[in-house]
């Protein structure tokens, strides 16, 4: 997990169609999202049932949303999704880079020799320079070999 600095809540969440969802975030950011390849995972087989569907709410202190049936997806999970909607690729990318490596802001800045306040900034929505898509694609590269 991240550090506070990236903790998205969720404020809202309705069901806008078979497999969409509308989504307004604590920072005033919305966003629709499409779970339909999602839900062809039979661990989601349930919510391809409308009225289940549309049961959605929001989970405690919004960091997820929650359905019948105990099925659950974190905030962080649809942060990403609410990332690619917004056509923000980069910094989908470098946060999944850090979520696979297990870095914290300060561990992330270590490993590409950055300041901690760059590696937060690209966190949480600067545009991430190609350069560091480039040295985290290195550093996975390097981790591989």
């Given at each position: 997990?991240?550090?506070?600095?990236?903790?998205?809540?969720?404020?809202?969440?309705?069901?806008?169609?078979?497999?969409?969802?509308?989504?307004?975030?604590?920072?005033?950011?919305?966003?629709?999202?499409?779970?339909?390849?999602?839900?062809?995972?039979d661990?989601?087989?349930?919510?391809?049932?409308?009225?289940?569907?549309?049961?959605?709410?929001?989970?405690?202190?919004?960091?997820?949303?929650?359905?019948?049936?105990?099925?659950?997806?974190?905030?962080?999970?649809?942060?990403?999704?609410?990332?690619?909607?917004?056509?923000?690729?980069?910094?989908?990318?470098?946060?999944?880079?850090r979520?696979?490596?297990?870095?914290?802001?300060?561990?992330?800045?270590?490993?590409?020799?950055?300041?901690?306040?760059?590696?937060?900034?690209?966190?949480?929505?600067?545009?991430?320079?190609?350069?560091?898509?480039?040295?985290?694609?290195?550093?996975?590269?390097?981790?591989?070999?």
């Open positions: 997990m991240m550090g506070a600095e990236e903790q998205h809540s969720l404020i809202s969440a309705t069901a806008s169609g078979p497999a969409l969802l509308d989504l307004s975030w604590s920072n005033g950011q919305r966003a629709t999202i499409d779970l339909g390849q999602m839900l062809g995972d661990a989601y087989a349930a919510l391809r049932e409308r009225s289940v569907f549309e049961a959605v709410r929001l989970g405690d202190w919004g960091q997820s949303l929650v359905w019948p049936g105990d099925i659950e997806i974190g905030a962080d999970s649809l942060w990403l999704d609410c990332l690619s909607a917004w056509g923000r690729e980069d910094t989908r990318a470098f946060l999944e880079w979520l696979r490596n297990g870095f914290s802001a300060a561990a992330a800045a270590q490993a590409l020799g950055i300041s901690r306040p760059s590696v937060v900034k690209y966190s949480t929505g600067a545009t991430v320079p190609r350069s560091i898509q480039l040295a985290c694609r290195g550093w996975d590269a390097l981790k591989a070999a």
